[in-house]
T-cell receptor
Framework: AQKITQTQPGMFVQEKEAVTLDCTYD???????LFWYKQPSSGEMIFLIY??????QNATEGRYSLNFQKARKSANLVISASQLGDSAMYFC????????????FGKGTTLSVSS | KAGVTQTPRYLIKTRGQQVTLSCSPI?????VSWYQQTPGQGLQFLFE???????NKGNFPGRFSGRQFSNSRSEMNVSTLELGDSALYLC????????????FGDGTRLSIL
């Protein structure tokens, strides 16, 4: 069965520092997608970055990059130059159906950025 | 481009009642998915609609149902409400192709008294 594991309930970082949020996944399907979402305290889910299982290069979107290690089944999110506005809950998710539209989420990591 | 719109934002119901939540996807998106978020269970997939057809379904009882209209707008219905149905219900839309990002609405927070 498919599974997403985020082992860090909370992370603390200072402004302008980089931080890595861990995510490991388990699936036997060769085709899958990995997503990271940010959920501020207001509740909306904000899409950050996507990595396909067949992508050869790690995905990057501005200050966000995804460290994809397929053999280890890990998809860690790296946030460079943290900002106060980055304080939020971060979810790792994986698509697990043939249509690629049903997502299974991890429990999330709360990131707190201090000045 | 307008985002995903969910209405209402907040709902308070009592046990045994039913409720209908609405979701308007991003223009051009044909896929709408629904998720339930609770502190205990986290985010769980309910179902997905694509071109008015339910294409995928999570592990929820039949009290949870949905539909999609020809303009891609979607509704979710929960009948015979239970206390455990109190949650944030999130709707997400996408173009409906494999592994494309889903864009979420702000959610409907449902409280059952």
């Amino acid at each position: 069965a498919q599974k997403i594991t985020q082992t860090q309930p909370g992370m603390f970082v200072q402004e302008k520092e980089a931080v890595t949020l861990d995510c490991t996944y388990d699936t036997s399907d060769p085709s899958y997608g990995l997503f990271w979402y940010k959920q501020p305290s207001s509740g909306e889910m904000i899409f950050l970055i996507y990595q396909g299982s067949y992508d050869q290069q790690n995905a990057t979107e501005g200050r966000y990059s995804l460290n994809f290690q397929k053999a280890r089944k890990s998809a860690n999110l790296v946030i460079s130059a943290s900002q106060l506005g980055d304080s939020a809950m971060y979810f790792c998710a994986m698509s697990y159906d043939q249509a690629g539209t049903a997502l299974i989420f991890g429990k999330g990591t709360t990131l707190s950025v201090s000045s | 481009k307008a985002g995903v719109t969910q209405t209402p934002r907040y709902l308070i119901k009592t046990r045994g009642q039913q409720v209908t939540l609405s979701c308007s996807p991003i223009s051009g998106h044909r896929s709408v998915s629904w998720y339930q978020q609770t502190p205990g269970q986290g985010l769980q997939f309910l179902f997905e609609y694509f071109s008015e057809t339910q294409r995928n379904k999570g592990n929820f009882p039949g009290r949870f149902s949905g539909r999609q209209f020809s303009n891609s707008r979607s509704e979710m219905n929960v009948s015979t409400l239970e206390l455990g149905d109190s949650a944030l219900y999130l709707c997400a839309s996408s173009v409906g192709q494999p592994n494309q990002p889903q864009h979420f609405g702000d959610g409907t927070r449902l409280s059952i008294l």
